[in-house]
């Protein structure tokens, strides 16, 4: 059987699957904090909206993921945690009926480990699970992990986990190590979610090239950054691709001095026995 996987940054578009190879299509960052929620709870459009013109691209793919930075709250929640977490500075918060819209747009997954899940305490975080997730398609599985170890103006997932119960996982190479040489027994192939680096930096920090290494010297075939809100440059290593950010997917408005050219992608191949990458 061969396979190939089309790797895709921000809006970039994949080809269509068909029994010879499978379509992986990633987005960064997704939040339903700020205008979007304003912009529903005042009735000019619904959350399904900020998906129309993208759903078909990412329906099309046969597995579709994404960064969910905003944990889910009702408004219970919210009136509660809200003055106890001022005191981080920024907070991203979704209600719970913006859920189904991921579903709508067609994401298969969204990751969580991201600085952000804890912005309303364990209760954005209670329904989180320290397992894999292993998705297949035509006969071909893929396993996803998901780490934070983001550096931040405000709390970082470290500050930020220490204070409760549930949280995002944290990095750690002997955690890394773990999960991944449980996984790939079990896999064709591995992607890690790395929610890293510094927000509107324009390139990766000496650290994240420590953790790929790491990663890489693991048998991980694709490390997808995030964090920094910008696009930033992607490589190969050692036949491996690296994403150091996917930029903003959803998200309220900044603006970065670069980073914003969405044409940036690459192009993972695997044939029988043999692995091969080809940026395009």
């Known amino acids: ?26 987005v960064g960052d997704i939040s339903f904090s700020g205008p979007v929620k304003y912009y529903v709870e005042h009735k000019y459009h619904t959350y399904n909206d900020s998906f129309n013109d993208v759903a078909p691209y990412i329906r099309e793919a046969d ?8 944990p889910f709250v009702d408004k219970d929640v919210y009136r509660q945690m809200h003055m106890y ?11 719970t009926t913006a859920a189904p819209a991921l579903s709508f747009a067609g994401f298969d997954a969204v990751t969580l480990a991201n600085n952000h899940l804890n912005d309303f305490g364990s209760e954005g975080a209670n329904f989180s699970v320290e397992e894999p997730l292993i998705l297949e398609k035509h006969g071909i ?5 998901g780490y934070c170890d983001s550096l931040t103006m ?12 549930s949280g995002p996982a944290l990095y750690r190479d002997d955690v890394a190590t773990r999960d991944v040489n449980k996984l790939k027994a079990n896999v064709d192939i591995i992607v890690v979610y790395m929610h890293y680096g510094q927000e509107c930096y324009l390139g990766p920090l000496p650290y994240q ?47 970065p001095p670069s980073g914003l050219d969405p044409k940036v992608y690459g192009r993972l191949g695997m044939k029988p026995n043999k692995l091969s990458i080809e940026c395009l």
């Open 154 to 165: 405000d709390k970082n997932c470290t500050e930020m986990r220490m204070m409760y119960d």
């Open 63 to 70: 597995i579709s993921v994404g960064n969910l930075e905003t």
């Open 209 to 255: 090239h420590r953790i790929n290494k790491h990663l890489m010297s693991l048998g991980v075939q694709m490390i997808i950054g995030s964090h920094p809100h910008v696009i930033q440059p992607h490589c190969l290593h050692d036949n491996k691709l690296i994403a150091y950010s996917l930029g903003n997917f959803l998200f309220q408005p900044n603006r």
């Open 1 to 26: 059987m061969n396979l190939i996987i089309y790797f895709l940054m921000s809006m970039s578009y994949t080809v269509t699957a068909s029994k010879e190879h499978i379509t992986l299509l990633f």
């Open 85 to 95: 977490t001022r005191k981080k500075n920024v907070l991203l918060d979704a209600n």
């Open 141 to 145: 599985k893929i396993g996803f992990l």
